[in-house]
């Protein structure tokens, strides 16, 4: 049976974090719909997505070398429209092979790659980042709310090991030259733009509508109205 979690985000204001992770921690993928006309290509990518599953209880296995920290540790089950993606690192010589096998609706499928025959490319610069992301990811999502110290030192250490933005690591820029050699500064309004699909009438009207009433006003007001419904109950009972 084919499981996976495919969490659905809808609207202006959807909250992009929450249904990625969602996904992820369920091995699904998420589908962001922020416009009205987004809604018939994200329910067909999801139909094409659902009607074309292709291996469950995906298993691989390392055979000749030493393959280790592999990101994802579970496989998620194979769609068509996604591959299966591994990162990891491996030690030794390059030569051995990879097994990749699954269940199909026909049985047993095994598929098994060469690693002597794999090439080295300068495209490939990245996967040590992408990597320490997928890991960081994993550690950040189990790690949610809770305060285990060794998760947080490591995720610090890849953080920046890998010159990757944490929740524990940031950019730092640091110019040399001083720019500012008076020390002084102003204040500078910065606007900052609406969520998407929310007009400008969110910020409410321009043109100011005078200082509120003070209490003393209020106060009047309201005995003013009191003796009205006095005089009011009065004139009702003398008919």
């Not at 202006?12 to 929450?18: C, S, T």
């Not at 290509?41 to 659902?50: M, N």
């Not at 009047?220 to 009191?226: E, I, P, R």
């Amino acid at each position: 049976m084919v499981s996976a979690v495919l969490a659905f985000g809808i609207g202006a204001a959807v909250n992009r974090y929450l249904i990625e992770g969602i996904a992820r921690a369920g091995q699904g993928e998420p589908f962001i719909v922020t416009e009205p006309g987004e809604a018939p290509a994200a329910g067909e990518r999801f139909r094409r997505y659902i009607e074309s599953p292709v291996l469950t209880n995906v298993s691989v296995s390392y055979r000749g070398f030493d393959a280790y920290d592999i990101e994802p540790e579970v496989q998620p089950d194979l769609f068509a429209e996604r591959p299966v993606v591994l990162f990891g690192k491996w030690r030794g010589e390059k030569r051995g092979q990879i097994e990749v096998t699954g269940r199909t609706g026909q049985g047993t499928f095994t598929k098994v790659f060469d690693v002597r025959n794999s090439t080295t490319r300068p495209e490939h610069a990245a996967l040590p980042q992408l990597w320490a992301r997928s890991r960081i990811a994993r550690l950040s999502d189990f790690n949610f709310g809770r305060n285990d110290e060794e998760s947080a030192r490591e995720v610090t250490t890849l953080g920046l090991t890998y010159s990757l933005l944490t929740a524990h690591t940031s950019f730092i820029a640091v110019l040399e030259e001083v720019r500012n050699a008076g020390g002084s500064a102003s204040d500078v309004n910065q606007p900052l733009p609406l969520p998407a699909g929310v007009s400008d009438l969110a910020v409410g009207n321009p043109y100011g509508s005078g200082a509120e009433p003070g209490f003393w006003i209020l106060l009047f007001g309201a005995g003013s109205l009191l003796v009205i419904a006095v005089r009011l109950r009065a004139g009702l009972c003398e008919h």
